[in-house]
């Protein structure tokens, strides 16, 4: 069996933070040269494999201490306590540009930023055309790099560290450099790198992008490793410790402040609840609403379901899907069934409501405690599932040829 590439045990790393400065020299002699300060812990017994070739991700909040694992492991941190061994060459994509001078001009950077990451400069030449061709900055690579804009900085950054060919290469939240033909063009070389088989540590904001090119992920929360594992699974895990949401199985109503109808504990269920909270793409997926009305009356139930971001995914109510006003009078249950739930990652809102078919009177609301998510065990991304076939035929259609 081949070593692991990178070896992280029983990693630990405190911070001390300083909340005075003492700029005199009578101030450090009162003092004794002592600052008075607190410790942070950003991180807690971390312990982890990575074996060689596999592409790896991290995750957590803001905060979480991802960054500073990424650091530790690249040796620009040194860990309180632990050990972390890595095997191979190594180069840490961590801030872009970060060894640039502003003063010089986008050529002498190259050279300058591929120095440090150890390339020697008959490599460099070599290499140039490649580096500034990548970057798209060919009509700007003699100008000063202090009138780059950060779009410009960044994608010069990015262009020379992957130049660099490293067996262990650290990435730190670079996938969102440039606009977004630019992103694509990262995340190909990405996987260039992938398909050359090397070790790749990636750190990221956008889960969704993790889960297509990553092997397995880690999910960090105030430091401490709270899971890990295949892709989706880790970024389910995520999104529940993020905003403490999964599929949940009721939520009470909210009351209105005039209405003669109350909502109950509203939920939601699928047919593997018992077994997992979330739900797959193409899983049905039913809403139940009880409700207790004191007086009767003809009512619409309303249904929405909006996305993350709060943008509205879909909304119906009782008269659009088909059903008759609904007479309600003492208790019932109004059951939204959805044969197939065609969305992909993510966790989702529910909101529902209660009017009156002879008034203006909202009798009841729920607005959105009521939530659910879903989880892609598969490589798509985007907002909803489309199934699709691929066909490839040998032969050319003479159509097709001029």
């Known amino acids: 069996m081949d070593s692991p590439a990178i070896s992280v045990e029983h990693v630990?790393?405190?911070?001390?933070?300083?909340?005075?400065?003492?700029?005199?020299?009578?101030?450090?002699?009162?003092?004794?040269?002592?600052?008075?300060?607190?410790?942070?812990?950003?991180?807690t017994d971390i312990s982890m494999e990575i074996g060689q070739g596999e592409t790896v991700g991290l995750i957590g909040h803001n905060g979480s201490g991802k960054s500073t694992l990424l650091k530790c492991i690249g040796g620009i941190l040194r860990p309180t306590s632990g050990v972390i061994k890595v095997r191979g060459q190594l180069a840490a994509m961590l801030e872009l540009g970060a060894g640039f001078n502003p003063e010089l001009s986008g050529r002498d950077n190259v050279y300058l930023n591929a120095t440090l990451l150890g390339m020697p400069k008959r490599e460099i030449d070599r290499r140039f055309d490649e580096?500034?061709?990548?970057?798209?900055?060919?009509?700007?690579?003699?100008?000063?790099?202090?009138?780059?804009?950060?779009?410009?900085?960044?994608?010069?950054?990015?262009?020379?560290?992957?130049?660099?060919?490293?067996e262990v290469l650290l990435v730190d939240e670079v996938l969102a450099v440039g606009d977004e033909r630019f992103q694509l063009k990262c995340l190909d070389k990405i996987k260039q790198f992938q398909s050359d088989g090397r070790t790749i540590v990636i750190v990221s904001h956008a889960p969704d992008v993790l889960r297509t090119i990553c092997d397995r992920i880690f999910v960090l929360d105030k430091g401490v490793q709270v899971g890990g594992g295949p892709a989706g699974e880790a970024v389910r895990l995520f999104r529940e410790r993020l905003f403490g949401t999964g599929l949940t199985g009721a939520a009470?109503?909210?009351?209105?402040?005039?209405?003669?109808?109350?909502?109950?504990?509203?939920?939601?269920?699928?047919?593997?609840?018992?077994e997992r909270q979330y739900l797959e793409p193409g899983e049905p997926m039913t809403v139940t609403v009880p409700y207790v009305a004191t007086e009767p009356d003809d009512v619409v139930v309303a249904l929405s379901?909006?996305?993350?971001?709060?943008e509205l995914v879909f909304a119906t109510d009782t008269e659009i899907a088909g059903q008759d006003r609904v007479h309600a009078s003492g208790e019932g249950v109004v059951r939204f069934n959805f044969r197939s739930v065609p969305l992909l990652d993510g966790s989702y809102k529910v909101a529902l409501a209660v009017r009156s078919c002879t008034s203006s009177r909202i009798h009841a609301f729920s607005d959105g405690q009521l939530s659910f998510e879903v989880m892609n065990p598969g490589k798509e991304t985007g907002m909803v599932s489309m199934e699709v076939s691929v066909g490839v035929s040998p032969h050319v259609s003479a159509a097709l040829v001029d």
């Open 12 to 43: 630990s790393k405190k911070f001390r933070l300083y909340h005075e400065k003492y700029m005199t020299l009578k101030e450090r002699v009162i003092h004794f040269g002592n600052l008075p300060f607190e410790e942070f812990q950003a991180l």
């Open 131 to 166: 580096i500034v061709q990548f970057s798209e900055l060919e009509h700007f690579i003699d100008n000063q790099v202090k009138f780059y804009s950060s779009g410009m900085y960044m994608k010069l950054g990015f262009a020379v560290a992957v130049s660099f060919e490293p």
């Open 252 to 274: 009470p109503g909210d009351q209105p402040s005039a209405g003669t109808i109350r909502l109950g504990r509203v939920g939601v269920e699928h047919a593997h609840s018992s």
């Open 305 to 310: 379901i909006r996305d993350q971001r709060d």
